[in-house]
């Protein structure tokens, strides 16, 4: 990857707080690594874990439904 496309990458998380960017991030090889293959992994490991925490969610909602506590968040919000 050339300086911009690394430049770009690093704007998608400039606080650092997503993990899958910052370790890309950190790898001492970037100008080594081909730019649409790097975004592809990125897209790839964002979409699984937005799945992860759908899923995660559904469960824990169902959880707070089940023990008749789900409208307590409702109310607060």
């Known amino acids: 990857m050339n300086t911009q ?3 770009f990458i690093k704007q998608l998380d400039p606080e650092g707080l997503n993990g ?3 370790s890309t991030m950190l790898r001492n090889d970037l100008n ?3 730019y649409t293959k790097t ?3 990125l897209l790839q490991v964002t979409i699984g874990e937005r ?3 759908i899923e995660e969610n ?3 909602s169902k ?3 089940d023990r008749n506590l789900y409208h ?3 109310e607060e919000n």
Do not use: G, P, S, W
Request: aromatic content about 4%.
């Open 5 to 7: 496309q690394i430049d």
């Open 20 to 22: 899958t960017v910052a």
């Open 32 to 34: 080594m690594y081909n």
């Open 39 to 41: 975004l592809e992994h």
């Open 51 to 53: 799945k992860m925490l």
């Open 58 to 60: 559904m469960k824990l």
């Open 63 to 65: 959880i707070l439904k």
């Open 72 to 74: 307590l968040i409702l």
